[in-house]
């Protein structure tokens, strides 16, 4: 039996048990299995539960007479996300929304209000000449007129197309063009660590398109609020379960970004399973998910929470400005009790030495990147004081959900993550056999609800990125091992993954060794050249530059993983290369490092640190 950090008190409480109680179902493991095996009955009973509404009902539930890659769910259905999210709970005072400003302005907005504002953007919207189907952009940081304006597009049939708030001119420019965008909802400047971000810079220098802002400058823009105040209100309208309500961009590793399309339908009914069943939601809740509207957990978190008729905070700022501390003010002040962040983040934290718990959080949800063991621990055991569970999940953009997730109604592990309910996931290894205990690919065995409709443009990139290296089943891309009761451990991304001496090794069993060494911060394990061994292990790490703290990591990687792992470099750096959502990429740390092309880098939160590594590069050789 593994050591379990932690075991839930009373699993009972929680909303996946009690849809096993609902229908009778004795154990976790028979609910998993029966969602995998019998889908005509768990989709419509997650349905029932969630309490989705269909405005017409679906005559079928997945047709996939066109291939397996394009399957389509819940045919001839009718459903609207705006109207499950928003104004199917127009009677309500209860906050929707919740917010603050970095600057200390805060409030709060209730799904009566809500609908009032996204019924009039919406029909506003109708006048400029936006029809269903049309792609609008939102560029802005996480506040509630982000959210207003996701659901105002969703309410009339038209594409939601959230782009990152920290993006500069040429990555909104290239996806305006790419997604077709007329209308983009922004805003003139905001505060970020008590500076001033000046979007107009890039504002000025977009193509091809009208601006909405929240805060227009002259008078050829149309101010957001001033439209909303002009509009008619229109209800929700009916769009079929295929419609496109959201399209999403994932950088990719050559090239230009990926725009995934997804659907009024089977997207939003996996949302607000996964919100329910993996966060635990529950109306009382407030959940807070560290992000931005821009990457998938914004709109993830948002639709998850006011589906199911609880609140959503977003706040605009660094949570630790103006002092380290604001998080937890943020978290007291607005009563968060599910709080989504990173492991990236919780690493900064733990470097800093904090360690108050989080009072009223109940669960903490992660993803982003694969823990290591020390950080997972130490979020436990110090900000959840030993008590609240982890609820680690793993999908990505082109699901808008996850593959695994570990919930409160489990035992966990340190790292540990969970099969996803009703989403068919095995390990496969290279011949597409499965295996257990063992690291190999992720994938799911059948199409699910939530997988994009496709890439935009680009039916062929689809088909190779996910159904060609398995036919049949989506290859998710992240390296994998799955136990024989249902727990998964990841070791990042398949094309990460080092061959040391003919062995297979993820970069994150490495790094795991090098996170529990003293005075390391992060670390990011990439493999490189060597004429020996083919390739071998090179670890960069942030933290305590001495050689002291190198020789440490040298031993333990060899004590932890023997002879042939001995990393061939270890190189401090100031920092590490990451997306604006903390995402590590070791993939541009190798490219610098060995002065190859470095690929599509518009996600990059500092490119300044990409020459830095590619000078250290040439003082080895490369």
Not at 105 to 110: M, N, T, Y
Not at 390 to 412: E, Q, V
Request: with cysteine; aromatic share 10%; glycine share 10%.
């Amino acid at each position: 039996m593994p050591d379990f950090a932690y075991v839930p008190p009373d699993p009972e409480s929680t909303n996946i048990m009690k849809l096993a109680r609902k229908h009778h179902i004795a154990t976790l493991e028979e609910l998993y299995a029966r969602a995998d095996s019998d889908p005509a009955w768990f989709w419509p009973a997650v349905i029932e539960d969630c309490g989705i509404e269909f405005d017409t009902p679906f005559s079928k539930l997945i047709d996939e007479k066109h291939g397996v890659p394009w399957s389509k769910w819940f045919v001839g259905g009718g459903i609207n996300i705006t109207r499950n999210c928003v104004e199917k709970h127009k009677g309500s005072s209860s906050p929707a929304i919740k917010f603050e400003r970095e600057g200390g302005a805060k409030g709060s907005i209730s799904f009566s209000e809500l609908d009032r504002m996204t019924g009039k953007l919406a029909g506003a919207l109708l006048t400029l000449g936006v029809k269903k189907g049309d792609r609008v952009g939102i560029y802005m940081p996480p506040n509630p007129e982000s959210i207003v304006s996701l659901y105002s597009i969703m309410r009339i049939g038209a594409v939601a197309v959230p782009i990152f708030s920290g993006y500069g001119q040429e990555a909104v420019n290239t996806r305006i063009a790419d997604a077709g965008i007329r209308f983009l909802f922004s805003l003139s400047k905001y505060s970020r660590k008590g500076k001033t971000v000046n979007v107009r810079k890039t504002l000025d220098a977009l193509e091809n398109v009208t601006l909405i802002l929240i805060d227009p400058e002259n008078n050829g823009e149309i101010g957001l609020y001033r439209l909303m105040e002009s509009g008619e209100y229109v209800p929700s309208v009916e769009t079929s379960s295929e419609d496109p309500a959201i399209m999403l961009y994932t950088s990719g590793t050559t090239g230009k970004p990926k725009g995934t399309v997804h659907v009024h339908g089977g997207s939003f009914v996996n949302i607000a399973k996964e919100v329910r069943y993996y966060m635990d939601m529950n109306r009382e809740d407030t959940l807070f998910w560290i992000s931005d509207l821009g990457w998938m957990m914004g709109p993830w978190s948002i639709i998850g929470a006011n589906a199911l008729g609880g609140s959503i905070f977003v706040y605009d700022g660094a949570v630790d400005f103006p002092e380290p501390t604001r998080l937890w003010n943020l978290i007291s002040e607005h009563r968060v009790t599910l709080l989504g962040l990173s492991p990236t983040l919780v690493r900064t934290l733990k470097s800093r030495g904090l360690k108050e718990p989080f009072n009223g959080i109940r669960l903490f949800g992660s993803t982003g990147e694969p823990w290591d063991e020390d950080s997972w621990i130490w979020l436990f055991e110090h900000l959840g004081d030993g008590k609240v569970p982890i609820a680690n999940i793993s999908g990505g953009t082109d699901i808008i959900g996850c593959f695994l997730a570990s919930t409160a109604a489990i035992p966990l592990m340190p790292r540990c993550l969970y099969r996803g309910l009703g989403m068919n996931v095995s390990v496969l290894d290279e011949d597409g056999k499965e295996a257990y205990d063992k690291v190999g690919y992720l994938v799911a065995g059948k199409h699910c609800p939530s997988m994009t409709r496709g890439i935009w443009n680009n039916e062929e990139k689809y088909l190779e990125t996910y159904w060609s290296k398995f036919p049949g089943k989506w290859v998710q891309g992240d390296w994998a091992m799955m136990t024989r009761d249902g727990y998964f451990f990841l070791f990042g991304r398949s094309d990460d993954v080092l061959k040391i001496a003919g062995k297979r090794l993820g970069p994150n069993e490495v790094e795991n060794l090098v996170m529990a060494v003293d005075g390391v911060v992060e670390s990011a394990v990439a493999g490189v050249p060597d004429e020996i061994k083919g390739e071998a292990v090179s670890v960069f790490y942030t933290g305590s530059n001495s050689d002291r703290t190198r020789d440490l990591i040298r031993e333990t990687v060899e004590n932890g993983l023997g002879k042939s792992f001995i990393p061939k470099y270890v190189i401090w750096l100031p920092q590490l290369p990451k997306t604006r959502n903390g995402k590590i990429m070791r993939r541009v740390v190798r490219s610098a490092f060995l002065n190859q092309d470095t690929g599509d880098l518009s996600n990059i939160e500092d490119i300044g640190i990409i020459d830095y590594i590619k000078e250290v590069g040439m003082l080895y050789g490369n």
